[in-house]
């Protein structure tokens, strides 16, 4: 892995541009995961934040603290991943259906929400009061370092997204309460900085709209107003709660968002985006530990393959960005179906499926993110149409992409999983080759991806017998290129290349382009937009 390290440094370097990203951009996307991490609806983040931002400017807050408010509200979640493999042993239901529409709640509350999280749902009575009492006190043991731990992942993924220095601070008294009866027990009353109190009455107030309205959410904010809330910021919602409530259910509330945060808005760039873009995927990783830094091998690797295969610099960069953020989605899969060591059921095998789309989705609103979402959403593709999501085949599938789901594979069969272990290097890399040789990866990526690991390129059986170059010959056909158009690209003579065709045609068959040109197309030999375009004759 010296040498993946030492192609990322020099992809690090190609990042050192001009190019700047909002960082409210990056940690909105951010939040979009947390929401699928909680199991909250989609852009449910982005509605607290709003909540808080409409109280923020009711109260009169200056230019600082509106700001640590937006940015605190969005990243509230950001520990949600933190030991989740954990809390998946723990509990066996939902604590965001139990625990959190009590979570500003009395004591008892708290603690039946609790109880009520502890046994499987579906388990029947008996065995749901014996799940109960035996995993109870492991659930009191667990609790304050679990919270503590989510406050100071919180933190300091806030620090790598680029929030204010300020915000981290902040995260810390996430759990916090007016009363001082925060499970931390941290801070009380006006110990606990404003904008914190501002996100703790919007997080309730936001997920009480959603469970009972807006009438129902005043009622509750109301009722905790000087136990868990600060009885100004609670009183400025419940007197103006059908306008501070309000939002529009029908329309994505992205550009909303975007356009509330504090002037002026926070940029990102060089290293610092390099850094933010990481700080995702580590958030998507910190999932289960067979998952540590799972993000980063992939997009170490996939960014040396490019380079392996003479990918342009642009392609470099979206190939190692797209490696970054491949795995955002998986948040949204259960972490007890990560952690299971046993076979996968149905129900669970098509959440998993799911998972790149979901990588594609939370990628999708921000318009720098949303380059990359066809690739980090293609890692599970294969040339055959037996992937996932989509069932892509061929020409549908990038170079870049190609090369993510190739990475993607390696690194994972050396990595361990609950149901084996890690494979040695060499086993994976045979391993990735025979793939290859099936026709469900691109045999170049394949080897592109074992020569950056350190291995000997291998010997890949190619549709037919092609040789490699012959599969060259056949892809750039298929584009349209004459014979002596794909001599030029491929740096030989024209009669080498007409040689090549000839052995082409003869092994797969065929006599004419259109005909080589569907069979470069079925079996996965281009792939549109990634190669040269034959120029049309300039006209007489």
């Known amino acids: 892995m010296t040498i993946v390290r030492g192609y990322c440094r020099r992809v690090r370097a190609e990042l050192q541009g001009s190019e700047e990203v909002r960082t409210a951009e990056l940690i909105a996307a951010l939040c979009l995961g947390t929401d699928l991490g909680m199991g909250f609806p989609f852009e449910h983040g982005l509605h607290t934040t709003l909540i808080a931002m409409r109280l923020a400017d ?17 990243l509230a979640h950001a520990g949600c991943t933190t030991e989740a493999h954990v809390a998946a042993e723990v509990f066996g239901g939902s604590l965001t259906t139990s625990l959190n529409p009590v979570m500003y709640g009395s004591g008892r509350e708290v603690f039946m929400g609790l109880l009520r999280a502890l046994p499987d749902p579906q388990s029947p009575p008996l065995v749901r009061a014996a799940q109960t009492a035996r995993r109870l006190p492991r659930m009191a043991r667990e609790q304050r370092p679990a919270i503590t731990a989510a406050c100071e992942v919180a933190g300091m993924l806030a620090h790598e997204v680029g929030a204010p220095g300020s915000v981290p601070g902040l995260l810390v008294h996430l759990t916090e309460r007016w009363d001082g009866n925060g499970p931390l027990r941290r801070a009380k009353r006006e110990q606990i900085p404003l904008p914190m109190r501002i996100a703790h009455v919007a997080i309730d107030a936001a997920l009480q709209r959603l469970l ?9 904010v109301r009722e905790r107003a000087g136990h868990a809330f ?39 760039k060089g290293e610092a985006l390099d850094r933010a873009l990481a700080a995702m995927g580590n958030f998507a990783d910190l ?8 993000s980063a091998g992939v997009a170490e690797l996939a960014g040396a393959a490019a380079r392996h295969c003479g990918v342009e610099p642009p392609g470099v960069t979206a190939t190692w960005r797209a490696g970054i953020v491949h795995d955002l989605g998986r948040v949204a899969v259960h972490p007890a179906i990560w952690q299971k060591r046993g076979p996968l059921t149905a129900d669970e095998r098509e959440q998993v499926r799911l ?65 084996r272990g890690p494979l040695p290097p060499e086993r994976a890399a045979h ?18 991806v074992i020569e950056a690991a350190g291995h000997a390129p291998p010997r890949l059986e190619r549709p037919q017998g092609l040789t490699a170059r012959e599969a060259e ?6 584009r349209g290129l004459q014979t002596k158009q794909v001599a030029r690209a491929l740096g030989i003579s024209v009669k080498t290349a007409d040689h090549h065709i000839q052995n082409a045609y003869r092994k797969i068959g065929v006599s004419t382009r259109a005909a080589a040109t569907l069979f470069a197309m079925e079996h996965g030999l281009v792939a549109w937009g990634e190669l040269p375009m034959a120029r049309p004759a300039p006209r007489s």
């Open 431 to 448: 391993t990735l080759a025979e793939e290859a040789s099936a026709g469900r990866l691109d045999p170049d990526a394949v080897t592109a």
């Open 355 to 419: 998972h790149p789309y979901h990588t594609e989705r939370v990628l999708s609103r921000s318009a720098f993110l949303s380059a990359l979402a066809p690739i980090a959403g293609a890692h599970h593709e294969r040339l055959d149409g037996s992937g996932y999501h989509r069932g892509a085949a061929g020409p549908e599938i990038g170079v870049p992409a190609r090369l993510l789901a190739a990475a993607d594979a390696y690194h994972a069969m050396t990595e361990p999983r609950p149901h």
């Open 212 to 220: 009972g309205g807006v009438e129902h959410a005043v009622r509750l």
């Open 287 to 294: 999932l289960s530990p067979y998952l540590t830094r799972h």
């Open 473 to 478: 010959v056949i892809a750039l056909l298929g």
């Open 230 to 268: 600060d009885p100004e910021v609670a009183a400025c919602l419940a007197d103006e709660g059908k306008e501070i409530l309000a939002l529009a259910e029908s329309a994505s509330a992205w550009d909303e968002v975007l356009a509330c945060e504090p002037p002026a808005p926070l940029m990102l």
């Open 58 to 74: 009711r109260l009169g807050l200056d230019r600082e603290d509106a700001s640590q408010t937006y940015y605190a509200c969005l």
